[in-house]
């Protein structure tokens, strides 16, 4: 089958980007959400991310105009899904809406249409049955999709093994470096050693083994990366990453989940609220003078 | 105290890096070693990194020549130790070897001599009072000196406080970033965030969750970087990994030790034998189709 349009349902951060990038890469996409509001911001995050794209000459104005005709925003389901080839869904990450969301959808859907789900730590197996067609579902996770261009390709144990090689294909047109999951896991490939490196670094810094500084300084030194793990988790939120950590029953997440919930506590969520770890704009990491 | 004259305690990889930084930064360096054959090979080992330096126009040919006329090399213990500032102690990660070598040196060297190891996985503590100065006993842990630029420094219990300050800026002299490790930890800062990432990746492998190429892409094409978890541990060497894998007594590292032990009876110890999850020397993660 040929896939040419694409619904991408939630228009979250993760969803502007791959409605974004799909329609860049020639798909017509309409975007669905409940809130206005939220199809609103969502137009604005594409804006920006297309004037960077512009700006550091990766994209023509006149392509992006092209880009931003192919897309349609709209809270009508109906509208939404209608004619779709393959829906990618990125609402909230809470299991009963992900529910309700894959029932509602997989009523309205055409027959035709590919149920992919963006989840970041959930199991395609969890909506597989509720959608109603599990054999076309399967997760399709998408990471920033214009800086980190990995896309994690993960069937659940009923999914048709022939939309694995058709998903392939597709996450290479969006320019993304598609990979296969085998077997379903929480988090996937790239966030399972992300979380074991960063729970490494929490637990350095609740047995007061090193300082924030000089634990960011060792990773970023050794690797010539332009943040170590505390940045990361700044950049991350760490509301997002106490979500995962406090569910992990062994002692040291339980005391680095321990420690974020108190910065959490604070309105220290990270980049967005200003501070998390270090303060923003300029965080300490950025500066000339932090190796010395 | 000012420090002048290092002496370095076992002409292996690390143990020559250091030498020759040392004596780039203006120090006079001598090298020891029980095999004169060591110490030859450390002179190439040496030569070589010169070349390079000089080849990315990092260094002279004058300022490599005063470098080689301040080092060293000698099988004499005492002479080796002859008015030593500082020892920096790279012999073999056996603790039996590493007792012997601290107790034959703590009675050799001057009184003013301060103690260092480059122990990557031990703790100074096991070696502090066989030295008979454990006040003036610390880990000085390097990477590779000359592309991961982290110094560890590790101060045991009975440490006297004050030397820390001076390492730090002992290190920093040698073009380093100190680190400071407050209480002991095997594996430093980095090492115990490199193991657990690579722990993380093992056991995607071992559960047969995503393939040796797919790990590494998620990993590589997320964070930019030249190499993923299975390419870094050709890199430090299969049997290295093994070592610190197989002492963990969780189900996950027993089955990753497992794996890794039957690479490493195979022959295939990564990069130094030419072929460990890769072959080489072009692995396929550096050819350019690899991401597609």
Chains 1, 2 share one sequence.
């Not at 966030?191 to 074991?196: E, G, K």
């Not at 940045?231 to 680095?256: E, N, R, Y």
Request: proline share 4%; glycine share 8%.
């Amino acid at each position: 089958m040929k896939i040419e349009k694409i619904c991408i349902l939630g228009a979250g951060t993760l969803g502007s980007r791959v409605a974004l990038q799909s329609a860049l890469s020639g798909y017509q996409v309409s975007v669905y959400d409940i809130h206005h509001k939220a199809l609103e911001s969502s137009k604005k995050v594409m804006q920006g991310i297309v004037k960077q794209l512009i700006g550091n000459g990766s994209l023509s104005q006149e392509k992006a105009n092209e880009a931003m005709h192919r897309l349609t925003f709209t809270t009508d389901p109906s509208h939404a899904v209608a004619d779709a080839d393959l829906i990618n869904e990125s609402v909230t990450e809470e299991v009963n809406v992900k529910e309700k969301v894959w029932k509602q959808f997989g009523q309205l859907a055409p027959s035709k249409t590919i149920f992919t789900t963006n989840t970041s730590f959930l199991l395609p197996s969890m909506f597989a049955d509720i959608s109603g067609r599990p054999e076309k579902f399967c997760a399709l996770h998408f990471h920033d999709v214009f800086y980190s261009k990995v896309v994690d390709i993960m069937p659940h144990p009923g999914t048709d093994p022939n939309l694995i090689s058709l998903l392939e294909v597709f996450g290479k047109t969006l320019r993304q470096v598609p990979v296969i999951v085998k077997k379903e896991n929480h988090g996937y490939i790239f966030n399972s050693m992300l979380m074991a490196f960063i729970g490494a670094a929490g637990k350095l810094l609740t047995k007061e083994v090193a300082s924030i500084e000089d634990i960011d300084k060792s990773w970023m030194v050794n690797f010539h990366m332009p943040m170590g793990p505390f940045g990361i988790l700044d950049s991350i939120g760490l509301d997002t990453a106490w979500h995962v950590t406090h569910k992990m029953p062994d002692a040291a997440s339980q005391a680095f989940a321990g420690l974020l919930k108190k910065y959490i506590d604070a309105g220290k969520l990270g980049q967005k609220t200003g501070e998390g770890f270090y303060t923003y704009p300029e965080p300490a990491y950025q500066k000339n003078n932090f190796h010395e």
